[in-house]
């Protein structure tokens, strides 16, 4: 099955390349490609239906919007949007980090 097409946001993105660029610096090279394959195969797997997701408004805030949805994928939330035609990554998010307050910040931004 191959699913909708998906795209990352400029947050995204950026978000990838810190990611892979720390833990390419805390455990070298091999996991940070590691790593790195496992989150656009989350991504992959969320456009194709086969993640399982949850609602940010109903865990993490009830002021969020409604079609904001996250997907774990090793140490980061993979925070998304499931559009009819596409899949939108919003960001890559640790789970340590202030959800709510990053989120919050990530939905105020136009990308």
């Known amino acids: 099955m191959s699913g909708k097409?998906?795209?990352?946001?400029?947050q995204?993105?950026?978000?990838l390349v810190d990611i892979a660029l720390w833990?390419?610096?805390?455990f070298g090279p091999r996991q940070a490609e590691?790593?790195?394959?496992?989150l656009i195969e989350r991504c992959a797997a969320i456009a194709r239906g086969e993640a399982p997701w949850q609602s940010c408004r109903k865990v993490i805030d009830p002021r969020l919007p409604e079609d904001l949805r996250f997907t774990r994928c090793g140490?980061?939330?993979i925070v998304f949007v499931d559009e009819p035609e596409q899949v939108?990554?919003?960001?890559f998010l640790h789970g340590?980090?202030?959800l709510?307050?990053?989120?919050?910040?990530?939905?105020?931004?136009d990308d």
């Open 5 to 10: 097409p998906w795209r990352l946001t400029r």
């Open 12 to 15: 995204a993105e950026a978000s």
């Open 23 to 26: 833990t390419c610096q805390t």
């Open 34 to 38: 590691a790593y790195e394959a496992d």
């Open 75 to 77: 140490q980061h939330l």
């Open 88 to 91: 939108i990554v919003v960001d």
């Open 96 to 98: 340590r980090r202030d």
């Open 100 to 109: 709510p307050a990053r989120l919050t910040d990530l939905v105020r931004r």
